[in-house]
C-alpha cells in the first residue's frame, strides 16, 4: 500500500507564508508527477501546483509569483511553500502523487487526507 501524509498548515494573517510537507511511503517503485489540490467551503477542487520528476512546474494563474512547489525524489517528499497569502487561499490543501508501486506496470494516483490552511485577520 502507499500513504501519503501532509504536514504543516495552521492559521496564518494574511500577507504571512506557510510551508506544507507531503511525505510519500509504502510500496513504492517510483513517483511521477506530486501535485498539492486545494478545496474550499463549498467550491471544488482545484489544481494549485504540480512538479514533474524531472521538475518541471506548473502553477493555476492565482498564486504564480507568491507559491514555490518542489520535491525530493530520494525521500519521495514535495512541499509547498506559500507567501503572501490571501484569505481566498483558505481551504483544505490535498497533496496527490502518481505512484508506480513494486511488480506494477501502471502509475495509480494516491491522495493525502488533507491539511487546512486558513488565512485570517
Known amino acids: 500500500q502507499v500513504q501519503l501524509v501532509e504536514s504543516g498548515g495552521g492559521l496564518v494573517q494574511p500577507g504571512g507564508s506557510l510551508r506544507l510537507s507531503c511525505a510519500a511511503s509504502?510500496?513504492?517503485?517510483?513517483?511521477?508527477?506530486m501535485g498539492w489540490y486545494r478545496q474550499a467551503p463549498g467550491k471544488q477542487r482545484e489544481l494549485v501546483a504540480v512538479?514533474?520528476?524531472?521538475?518541471?512546474?506548473n502553477y493555476a494563474d492565482s498564486v504564480k509569483g507568491r507559491f514555490t512547489i518542489s520535491r525530493d525524489n530520494a525521500r519521495n517528499t514535495v512541499d509547498l511553500q506559500m507567501n503572501s497569502l490571501k484569505p481566498e487561499d483558505t481551504a483544505v490543501y490535498y497533496c496527490?502523487?502518481?505512484?508506480?508501486?513494486?511488480?506494477?506496470?501502471?502509475?495509480?494516483?494516491?491522495w493525502g487526507q488533507g491539511t487546512q490552511v486558513t488565512v485570517s485577520s
Open positions: 496527490k502523487s502518481a505512484v508506480r508501486r513494486y511488480a506494477s506496470d501502471y502509475y495509480r494516483d494516491y
Open positions: 509504502g510500496s513504492i517503485f517510483s513517483i511521477n508527477i
Open positions: 512538479i514533474t520528476s524531472g521538475d518541471s512546474t
